[in-house]
């Protein structure tokens, strides 16, 4: 097939994907979550507190995207899977409990109202046992690209107001499920009454007699974590609450006022979720000049950093073949030689390294604090100052 049709034909399908994946979770989104514009969520309030001026964004423009120009279907193919990651590793994990018939309840909504603020929280999966202890376990997914050692800050502010939530209004008809609320007539049940509908089990009138948890499990494509537990806390729940209000106030000003997100807070130094920001093209976080010039030096950039990586995979993979040939071929120590190369495989000593804080252990044991941090000061080298190239994508918005 000649190239040009060839490449033809690959874009044609990689756009077909993300035009499926933009409409799949508009829909989704729909579907579970109803118009994001009219209350605060929780991981809105989480946005909120990384960011006041994406967080605004959000829920004036939404995160709906279209696939306009060409050359922007990588990011926007790359944006998609990421936000929908998430997506499948829930129903994937639904299925798992309800294989395992556990006594779930998927995306519990919670209705509430702050100083006339409208917040809703959606729970992912709530556990609900009176076996012994009544005992309530609230577990919110979260796909990462790879598992941190602790938990953001934004989504432990997310579960701390779901857990605060579902105890202050244990007994406040605020409970139900999306969709199945509007089908009650729109009142929803106290949290007993949902679990004597669901499951046919009486709790406690009062949540203090419950042992109730949040927990966080965090999923990559080959890993998972969990952090928990997340106990129920009345200043988490304020800090929640006060923030809700503040972004609600920020958002609707800048609604009435038409002036978009202008004149909002960004997010402090360093952010991750800033490449990925749908808002990034005119943050003011990063004003600068415009030299379209270096352009074709960016792309050629990031297409060989991507050639880099896909490199090294496949260099990793014919190494790990190699040596397992070697090992097969049974040759006790000697080359194997081929064409114009040989190879072998040899034992190599481990590297060795040295822990610091062991050291710092048994000095302090030896010496005490005041000389083990001056031996340690005098031992310690900084490295010369350099350039570093910071390299960031604008997502254009259409
Ligand atoms: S680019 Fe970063 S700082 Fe700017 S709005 Fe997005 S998340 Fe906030």
Same mark, same amino acid.
């Given at each position: 097939?000649?190239?040009?049709?060839?490449? %033809?034909?690959?874009?044609?399908?990689?756009?077909?994907?993300?035009?499926?994946?933009?409409?799949?979770?508009?829909?989704?989104?729909?579907?579970?979550?109803?118009?994001?514009?009219?209350? =605060?969520?929780?991981?809105?309030?989480?946005?909120?507190?990384?960011?006041?001026?994406?967080?605004?964004?959000?829920?004036?423009?939404? !995160?709906?995207?279209?696939?306009?120009?060409?050359?922007?279907?990588?990011?926007?193919?790359?944006?998609?899977?990421?936000?929908?990651?998430?997506?499948?590793?829930?129903?994937?994990?639904?299925?798992?409990?309800?294989?395992?018939?556990?006594?779930?309840?998927?995306?519990?909504?919670?209705?509430?109202?702050?100083?006339?603020?409208? =917040?809703?929280?959606?729970?992912?999966?709530?556990?609900?046992?009176?076996?012994?202890?009544?005992?309530?376990?609230?577990?919110?997914?979260?796909?990462?690209? !790879? =598992?941190?050692?602790?938990?953001?800050?934004?989504?432990?502010?997310?579960?701390?107001?779901?857990?605060?939530?579902?105890?202050?209004?244990?007994?406040?008809?605020?409970?139900?499920?999306?969709?199945?609320?509007?089908?009650?007539?729109?009142?929803?049940?106290?949290?007993?009454?949902?679990?004597?509908?669901?499951?046919?089990?009486?709790?406690?009138?009062?949540?203090?007699?419950?042992?109730?948890?949040?927990?966080?499990?965090?999923?990559?494509?080959?890993?998972?974590?969990?952090?928990?537990?997340?106990?129920?806390?009345?200043?988490?729940?304020?800090?929640?609450? !006060?923030?809700? %209000?503040?972004?609600?106030?920020?958002?609707?000003?800048?609604?009435?006022?038409?002036?978009?997100?202008?004149?909002?807070?960004?997010?402090?130094?360093?952010?991750?979720?800033?490449?990925?920001?749908?808002?990034?093209?005119?943050?003011?976080?990063?004003?600068?000049?415009?030299?379209?010039?270096?352009?074709?030096?960016?792309?050629?950039?990031?297409?060989?950093?991507?050639?880099?990586?896909?490199?090294?995979? %496949?260099?990793?993979?014919?190494?790990?073949?190699?040596?397992?040939?070697?090992?097969?071929?049974?040759?006790?120590?000697?080359?194997?030689?081929?064409?114009?190369?040989?190879?072998?495989?040899?034992?190599? !000593?481990?590297?060795?390294?040295?822990?610091?804080?062991?050291?710092?252990?048994?000095?302090?044991?030896?010496?005490? %604090?005041?000389?083990?941090?001056?031996?340690?000061?005098?031992?310690?080298?900084?490295?010369?100052?350099?350039?570093?190239?910071?390299?960031?994508?604008?997502?254009?918005?259409?």
């Amino acid at each position: 097939m000649p190239a040009q049709i060839h490449e %033809e034909r690959t874009q044609g399908l990689m756009a077909l994907i993300a035009r499926g994946l933009v409409e799949t979770s508009a829909q989704r989104t729909a579907s579970s979550l109803g118009d994001r514009s009219q209350y =605060i969520g929780m991981s809105d309030i989480g946005r909120a507190l990384e960011c006041p001026r994406a967080a605004v964004g959000r829920k004036l423009f939404g !995160n709906g995207e279209k696939l306009v120009h060409q050359h922007d279907l990588p990011s926007l193919l790359a944006r998609q899977l990421r936000l929908q990651r998430g997506h499948w590793f829930e129903a994937g994990i639904a299925q798992i409990f309800r294989q395992q018939r556990l006594p779930v309840i998927e995306q519990l909504e919670i209705v509430t109202s702050h100083h006339g603020v409208p =917040i809703r929280a959606h729970l992912d999966f709530v556990f609900a046992s009176t076996v012994g202890q009544p005992t309530v376990r609230i577990l919110e997914l979260k796909s990462c690209e !790879n =598992i941190p050692a602790t938990l953001y800050s934004s989504y432990e502010t997310q579960v701390y107001g779901q857990v605060g939530l579902l105890h202050s209004l244990w007994d406040q008809p605020a409970f139900g499920v999306h969709g199945e609320l509007e089908k009650q007539g729109g009142s929803g049940f106290t949290f007993p009454q949902i679990c004597r509908e669901k499951f046919g089990v009486e709790m406690p009138v009062h949540p203090s007699e419950v042992d109730i948890e949040a927990w966080v499990l965090c999923l990559s494509m080959s890993d998972a974590k969990a952090f928990g537990p997340y106990l129920s806390e009345d200043t988490m729940l304020a800090l929640c609450l !006060n923030k809700a %209000e503040e972004l609600w106030l920020e958002f609707d000003a800048s609604k009435v006022s038409g002036a978009g997100l202008d004149g909002l807070a960004t997010a402090q130094g360093f952010h991750p979720l800033c490449s990925w920001c749908e808002f990034n093209a005119d943050c003011p976080k990063f004003d600068g000049l415009d030299q379209p010039q270096w352009s074709d030096t960016l792309e050629r950039l990031k297409d060989l950093k991507a050639r880099q990586g896909e490199l090294e995979v %496949e260099i990793s993979e014919i190494e790990d073949g190699l040596r397992t040939a070697y090992a097969l071929s049974d040759v006790g120590g000697s080359w194997i030689n081929a064409g114009r190369h040989r190879f072998r495989v040899s034992a190599q !000593n481990g590297r060795r390294t040295l822990n610091k804080e062991q050291l710092r252990l048994e000095l302090l044991a030896v010496l005490g %604090e005041e000389k083990t941090d001056a031996i340690i000061a005098r031992c310690e080298s900084e490295g010369k100052p350099f350039d570093r190239l910071t390299v960031s994508r604008i997502n254009m918005r259409s």
